[in-house]
Nanobody
Framework: QVQLVESGGGSVQAGGSLRISCTAS?????MAWFRQAPGKEREGVAR????????NYADSVKGRFTVSRDNAKATLYLQMNSLKPEDTAMYYC?????????????????WGQGTQVTVSS
């Protein structure tokens, strides 16, 4: 099972930007970002295919967040712009098979420990 380590979280004011990263211990295929706010279920944010050419996003972040990866560095990124207080959550990196969807948490089989993102109004 691949090991995933997130970094780059922090606190920012509404309207600001933040980039979080996830480094993998080896090559992984499908990768994604999920988030979980206190008292809420974990939800998918963005997914990217192995070659980095295919992406999809949750409606709530479309146009504001961009997922990318650098396979040479085994690193996944999430650039978050125009942040809103409702984006506040623990953000998790995940790896899974090619068919894994951001709408089905159970399909992802490797998870990082999470990095906290807090957006103040």
């Amino acid at each position: 099972q691949v090991q995933l380590v997130e970094s780059g979280g922090g606190s920012v004011q509404a309207g600001g930007s933040l980039r979080i990263s996830c480094t993998a211990s080896g090559y992984v295929y499908n990768m994604a970002w999920f988030r979980q706010a206190p008292g809420k279920e974990r939800e998918g944010v963005a997914r990217i295919t192995a070659d980095g050419q295919g992406t999809n996003y949750a409606d709530s972040v479309k146009g504001r967040f961009t997922v990318s990866r650098d396979n040479a560095k085994a690193t996944l990124y999430l650039q978050m712009n125009s942040l809103k207080p409702e984006d506040t959550a623990m953000y998790y990196c995940a790896a899974g098979p090619s068919w894994a969807s951001i709408f089905r948490v159970a399909e992802w089989n490797s998870w990082g420990q999470g990095t906290q993102v807090t957006v103040s109004s």
